[in-house]
């Protein structure tokens, strides 16, 4: 006999609250990614390397071209951070 693995049920909402005021993730992007994510922020020349950090829900954070910044506004907002690629 084999052990069957019984995985829990996770809903959408469950999944958007895992993490949230716990975990941030940083994320490199690009100029013509930013206006959709912050529709605030102004026209950006396509050739600088951006990096955005956002909660563990999506929310967007910080919008800057220093990646060393993103890490320390997420350890202002006592974040745990990820990196996504």
Known sequence: MG????IPAVSK??????G???VGYIRKMKADEVSRVFPEAPEIDPSLDL?????ADGTPILL???RSST???????DLRTVSLH
Do not use: I, Q, S
């Not at 909402?13 to 895992?18: E, G, P």
């Open 13 to 18: 909402a469950d999944l958007a609250h895992l």
């Open 3 to 6: 052990l069957k693995t019984v």
């Open 51 to 55: 990096w955005a950090l956002f909660g």
């Open 71 to 77: 890490f320390y506004k997420a350890a202002e907002d």
């Open 20 to 22: 949230a005021g716990e």
């Open 64 to 66: 800057t071209d220093n």
